[in-house]
T-cell receptor, first 112, second 113 residues
């Protein structure tokens, strides 16, 4: 079983829909990242959070440390949001490494 | 803008022919990472530098080496690429041990013929 699990693996939505992607982890973490990767492209960091909620434009990320669960929400989805969304948990607590444990990703397709 | 830059974006090499991928950063971050990402898989950490200190992951093949001549640049050397080394190679940086966010470059897609 992966230490970081995402659901769903694939998601198809109509433009304008509210989207939720979930991430659960089974290890103690110091922070959790949400990353975006377009097909064939590099990775863009969307959020890093260790508690509560963050918002950037149409994107909202929440985390519940006690339940070891995080969600990424996209409001008013648009076809340009189509990408793979990756949840990555950081296990280290300081020191020289920030090793990330990656989830398997959620492939989102937003249809016009 | 401060950023993480990878060159080239696409690299084609022949089986067994050494290849070097480049990463540079203008963020003045202490830590630089190299990840390998194969198709439909999550990125896999190969190694990282904390300043000049090199940290290799236990399962990184000896075929993969890295150099960091200064703060700004980090290179990934693949000494004898095999067909299985075809992948996207991602460079990332983070400020130091007190700042956890990693900033990723656009990646270099390596093809081995």
């Amino acid at each position: 079983k992966n230490e970081v699990e995402q659901s769903p693996q694939n998601l198809t939505a109509q433009e304008g829909e509210f989207i939720t992607i979930n991430c659960s982890y089974s290890v103690g973490i110091s922070a959790l990242h949400w990353l975006q990767q377009h097909p064939g492209g590099g990775i863009v960091s969307l959020f890093m959070l260790s508690s509560g909620k963050k918002k950037h434009g149409r994107l909202i990320a929440t985390i519940n440390i006690q339940e070891k669960h995080s969600s990424l929400h996209i409001t008013a989805s648009h076809p340009r949001d189509s990408a793979v969304y990756i949840c990555a948990a950081r296990k280290g607590y300081g020191g020289a490494t920030n090793k990330l444990i990656f989830g398997t990703g959620t492939l989102l397709a937003v249809q016009p | 803008d401060a950023m993480v830059i990878q060159n080239p974006r696409y690299q084609v090499t022949q089986f067994g022919k050494p290849v070097t991928l480049s990463c540079s950063q203008t963020l003045n971050h202490n830590v630089m990472y190299w990840y390998q990402q194969k198709s439909s898989q999550a990125p896999k950490l190969l190694f990282h530098y904390y300043d000049k200190d090199f940290n290799n992951e236990a399962d990184t093949p000896d075929n993969f080496q890295s150099r960091r001549p200064n703060t700004s640049f980090c290179f990934l050397d693949i000494r004898s690429p095999g067909l299985g080394d075809a992948a996207m190679y991602l460079c990332a940086t983070s400020l130091d041990s007190l700042s956890y966010e990693q900033y990723f470059g656009p990646g270099t897609r390596l093809t081995v013929t």
